[in-house]
């Protein structure tokens, strides 16, 4: 399906409308979406709760073989995408700091360059689905890591974490999965634990819909876009939410994430 799938859609886009209409009936016919109408996040927590077992993979256009954890270690071999660079620097503005959470991690691979980066700092990464954590914390382990630590949970009960338990409190591409219905929660839950800043890396909406209130999302190319000022602004002040986008090249694999990625930041103070 993917090698039909991105000739066509690449043919597509030399006509933007019908490219942007095909792309809307493809996403709202998606069957997780579908589920997502009667019971919301659910639908896509149980997906991704259980995405190990399916044999396909996120990331095909890095090689790798690993039997039945391809999918996992598809993320783990994707340490070198441009687009963690990018986050890392971003991340790298707040120090000093002693402490770092990463919301939706996977296997840890933000957090492996990060540990090199600054091997003194505690570094916590949370994910929904259980395998990625246990292929994470082993592939740590082979690296002689003992600063990173990975343990299951969802996004909106962050419950094993004491408020204002890090310094920054980090997602890459975690939101874009969370609906209308929990996104405040999940903002809620990342700001109870975290002293200085969030820092998102996500699919904005940089030409808010009418249908986006508040900034709580539109569902388009199989992900929440949505207006991440609007969002944010309802629990701190305008001025210390920064946004910036994706350089160009950064993601020219995924022309939409070059079009909408973009990290946030929302200052704490």
């Known amino acids: 399906m993917m090698k039909v799938r991105k000739p066509l859609e690449s ?3 030399k006509w933007p409308r019908l490219y942007g209409l095909s792309a809307a009936v493809y996403s709202a016919l998606q069957p997780v979406h579908l589920k997502e109408h009667f019971i919301g996040t659910k639908a896509q927590e149980n997906r991704w709760a259980r995405r190990h077992l399916n044999k396909s993979k996120d990331w095909n256009l890095i090689p790798h073989t690993d039997g039945e954890d391809e999918w996992v270690t598809g993320y783990w071999d994707s340490r070198d995408h441009g687009h963690r660079a990018f986050l890392l620097e971003k ?8 402490s770092m959470l990463e919301v939706g991690c996977n296997c840890g691979p933000n957090l492996y360059l990060l540990t090199r ?10 994910d929904i689905n259980p395998r990625a954590i246990e292929k994470g914390n082993e592939l740590l382990r082979a690296e002689g890591i003992s600063t990173v630590r990975l343990s299951v949970a969802k996004a909106d009960d962050l419950s094993q974490f004491a408020d204002k338990s890090f310094n920054v409190t980090f997602t890459n591409s975690l939101l874009m999965y969370i609906g209308p219905d929990k996104i405040r929660q999940v903002i809620t839950e990342m700001l109870r634990v975290t002293r200085t800043a969030l820092v998102l ?12 209130p508040g900034g709580l999302g539109t569902y388009r190319y ?3 876009e949505r207006d991440y000022i609007a969002l944010l602004s309802q ?3 305008q001025e210390q939410i920064n946004l910036s986008s994706i350089p160009e090249g950064v993601w ?15 200052v704490i103070k």
Do not use: M
């Open 222 to 224: 199989n992900a929440w």
């Open 117 to 126: 980066k600054y091997p003194y700092v505690n570094l916590c990464g949370v």
């Open 252 to 266: 020219s694999d995924s022309p939409r994430w070059q079009e909408t990625g973009a990290v946030i930041e929302a």
């Open 235 to 237: 629990f701190i002040p």
């Open 11 to 13: 043919q597509l886009r």
């Open 201 to 212: 890396l996500e699919r904005h909406c940089f030409q808010p819909q009418h249908g986006d």
């Open 91 to 98: 991340i790298s503005a707040y120090l000093p700091f002693s």
